[in-house]
Every structure is written in structure tokens, then in C-alpha cells.
């Protein structure tokens, strides 16, 4: 009897024994299940963070895609404002530059007036007078800024006499003296009443020169005369290359729509209106050098002959045959200010 039961309790043993391994068996798969579900979990986990990161990293591309976009429409505008500003009339003159004399007491690289190649020339003042009187007759007296300049212009011994003569036939239109200042501290108290009398303001670029400013500030504040810096008074002259092609191979409408000075900088030339500087002067680099550029009868407009005002403004509208010679699209600033050594090289693309 005590036998039966003794083996009963040992089966018992195997069975719970079987139970327990099986359970534990069952325990242990569980236990790596969990691990590898929490592994699993983990993985998700920093594939959320890293989906997360990519969101945002997206999002971020997105508004710097945006205000890329922003800011090429932007540009793109204003390229085409300003190209479209090139080949629209003006509603009347806003300016004209005028020079006094051609030569310069400067030797600036580049000159895109050829100053510094000019040989000493005087604009006569009768002479002046007679086309300013017929420029009135054209224009009714509406022109915005009257730039009397060079050249240096006050290497004219009769400048302040130009005050007087632009003045009497254009009551309402500004007069600027636009000068590198060298010469300023020098003028008597004639150039000085002309220029409070006609409401003349001194326009000057500072150069890396020694010019005592403090000096000709006194000088213009005690004569009432305002004196009124190119860029404030903040950034020195810089020099540029305006690159030519002397064979004339260049597009004259992207050189027109694409140029700072066309339609813009309008010379005012021995009774001649030119849409930029560079037919108007281009004589000196011809002289100096040799006949290298053709200047055409079309290239400029003649106030005597043209038959009203807005004939004027369209015909500085457009593109002339001398746009021919302009490679703008290589011209650009080539460092600070820096004396010319009269090469022509400096305004021919370098080979």
C-alpha cells in the first residue's frame, strides 16, 4: 500500500516537474517576446524621432524653398521694372548732366566720362546760354536736376556763372555742383552768394584724398549752401571696369535694357541730348587712342531740331547704334578707388 502511494507521489514529482519545465519553457519565450517587442518598440520609437526630425528638417526646406521663392519673384520684379524703366518715356527730364569742362584734376581708373584722357576744354558760357534757352523752349522749364559737373567743374574759372544762367530759364528745377571737393576751400565769396542765391547744393563723392570736409562743411553752413554727400557721406569711391567691344558685336537692346546709365545719366552736349555718358565723351578715347569707335548722327538728338518734348523722351527711350560697342555684361566694380595709368586696356576686355 505504502508502495502505490509512494509511486503516485513520484509520478506527482515528474508531472509537476514536466509542468514547471513546460512553464518555464513558456516563461522564457515570453520573457525574449517582450524583449524583443520592447526591442521592436525602441526601433519604432527612434524611427518616429528620426521621421520627426526629417518633418521638421522638411519643413524647414520648405520655408526656405518659400522665401528663395519670395525672393526670386522679388528680384524677377524688379529686373523687370527696372528693365522695363529702360524702354518707358520718362514724363519729363528728372536729370541732366552738363559739363563744364571735359579734363579733371583727378586721375580715376575707368572713367566712364574719359575725364582723365581729355585734354583741357572749357564749355564756353555764351554758347551755353543759347541751348539752355532753346532747352527751355522744349522742355516748358520741366526738368527735375540740373548736374553741372566733368570733368571737375570747378576748374572752370567762371563756374558760378553757370548757376546764373541755368537758374534764369529753370526757376524750379534743382541745380547740383557735383565735385570731388579738391578745389572747394578755395572759391570766393562770389561762388558762394551765386551758389545761396541760386539754390545751388554742392553734391560731392569722397575719395581716399585728404580733404579737410570739417573744413568745407564750415564753409557751406556759413553760407547757407547745403552740402550733400553721394552715398552719405559712408562709402569711399570705388573704382569700375566699363568693358567696350571695339568691334561692335554686342546687342544693342540687352546693352541698352541692361545698362545703369541708359535712359538714366542724360548728357547735355553742345545743343546734342545723349541717353548715357558714353557717346557723348567716347571723342576723348578717340582722340587718344585712335579712332576705335564710330560715333553715329543717331546717337544723340538734337534740341533744335526735334519737334516737341515728348520726341525727346522717347527717343532717349531706346536703343542707339553705339549700345553696339557696350558689354555690359561684364562691366563691374574692380576693388577701391585707384589711379588710372591711361591705358586703354582699362576699357577693353583684357586678352
Same mark, same amino acid.
Given at each position: ?91 519729363? @527730364? ?38 539752355? !534757352? ?5 522742355? !516748358? ?41 579738391? @578745389? ?159 591705358? !586703354? ?7
Amino acid at each position: 500500500m505504502q508502495v502505490r502511494n509512494f509511486k503516485k507521489w513520484v509520478l506527482s514529482l515528474i508531472k509537476n516537474l514536466k509542468h514547471h519545465q513546460r512553464f518555464d519553457l513558456e516563461l522564457s519565450q515570453t520573457k525574449t517576446e517582450l524583449s524583443q517587442t520592447k526591442t521592436e518598440l525602441s526601433q519604432t520609437k527612434t524611427e518616429l524621432s528620426q521621421t520627426k526630425t526629417e518633418l521638421s528638417q522638411t519643413k524647414t526646406e520648405l520655408s526656405q524653398t518659400k522665401t528663395e521663392l519670395s525672393q526670386t519673384k522679388t528680384t524677377a520684379r524688379k529686373t523687370l521694372d527696372f528693365h522695363l524703366r529702360k524702354i518707358t518715356p520718362m514724363a519729363f @527730364l528728372e536729370l541732366i548732366e552738363i559739363h563744364l569742362v571735359e579734363h579733371c584734376n583727378l586721375n580715376c581708373y575707368g572713367c566712364n566720362h574719359f575725364s582723365q584722357i581729355a585734354e583741357q576744354e572749357f564749355t564756353d558760357i555764351k554758347a551755353f546760354e543759347e541751348d539752355l !534757352k532753346q532747352l527751355y523752349l522744349v522742355t !516748358k522749364g520741366e526738368v527735375g536736376v540740373f548736374r553741372l559737373m566733368g570733368g571737375e567743374p570747378l576748374l572752370h574759372p567762371l563756374c558760378s556763372e553757370f548757376f546764373e544762367v541755368v537758374r534764369k530759364y529753370f526757376k524750379k528745377s534743382e541745380i547740383w555742383l557735383v565735385s570731388n571737393g579738391l @578745389l572747394l576751400d578755395k572759391q570766393d565769396e562770389l561762388f558762394w552768394q551765386r551758389a545761396r542765391k541760386n539754390g545751388v547744393q554742392i553734391r560731392p563723392t569722397k575719395y581716399p584724398l585728404k580733404i579737410d570736409w570739417d573744413k568745407i562743411k564750415t564753409l557751406c553752413d556759413t553760407n547757407a549752401v547745403p552740402l550733400i554727400f553721394f552715398n552719405e557721406g559712408e562709402v569711399e569711391k570705388t573704382s569700375w571696369k566699363f568693358t567696350l567691344e571695339p568691334k561692335g558685336n554686342c546687342d544693342n537692346y540687352h546693352s541698352f535694357t541692361h545698362c545703369s546709365m541708359a535712359n538714366h545719366c542724360i548728357q547735355f552736349k553742345k545743343g546734342h541730348l545723349y541717353t548715357c555718358t558714353f557717346p557723348a565723351h567716347i571723342e576723348h578715347f578717340n582722340k587718344k587712342y585712335g579712332h576705335t569707335f564710330e560715333l553715329s548722327p543717331f546717337d544723340s538728338i538734337s534740341i533744335y531740331e526735334v519737334k516737341d518734348y515728348q520726341e525727346l523722351l522717347y527717343f532717349l527711350a531706346k536703343p542707339i547704334s553705339f549700345c553696339r560697342y557696350c558689354k555690359v555684361s561684364t562691366w563691374g566694380a574692380v576693388g577701391k578707388w585707384r589711379a588710372s595709368k591711361k591705358d !586703354k586696356n582699362e576699357y577693353l576686355e583684357e586678352v
